[in-house]
């Protein structure tokens, strides 16, 4: 089972964040602040029950590359057993969806059948493109999730 699971919102309680958010291209402060974001229990137990020998965990996000190093800091401090990070190219601007779907395919690219991927997301887009492409999926909500 290969598990490709989201950061934020799914992984990472970024929620409190978002108030950080004051237009697009004003992202530096909200990104800076992801080290303080809570662990969602659930979904690193989750994450740390599947760790076992042929199964792999990809965290995927849509977090610019530059900031890859708070993001590895994260995972570490909050004990995530991870494979492997794909994280938002430098200069990409597609949606979300697409740079989800692009992560999916790359992992494809190493091998890995599209039949033993499972993605896990927040966001309905994300799972929605997921599926008309034929990956399993699974949404992921706190409650009141967009």
Not at 71 to 93: P, S
Not at 115 to 138: E, F, H, S, W
Request: with cysteine; aromatic share 10%.
């Amino acid at each position: 089972m290969i598990l490709c699971c989201d950061i934020d919102g799914t992984l990472a309680d970024n929620r409190w964040r978002e108030k950080l958010l004051h237009g697009y291209g004003e992202l530096d402060e909200y990104f800076m602040a992801l080290e303080w974001d809570p662990v969602i229990e659930i979904t690193a137990s989750l994450i740390n029950s599947l760790h076992r020998p042929g199964s792999h965990t990809f965290c995927l996000t849509s977090r610019p590359e530059k900031y890859r190093g708070l993001t590895c800091a994260w995972l570490i401090k909050h004990n995530i057993m991870y494979t492997g990070l794909f994280m938002r190219c430098k200069g990409d601007a597609g949606s979300s969806p697409e740079v989800k779907v692009d992560m999916l395919n790359k992992i494809l690219a190493f091998g890995y059948p599209k039949k033993d991927i499972l993605l896990m997301d927040n966001r309905v887009d994300v799972i929605q493109a997921a599926n008309l492409l034929g990956y399993a999926t699974v949404h992921f909500s706190l409650g009141g999730d967009r």
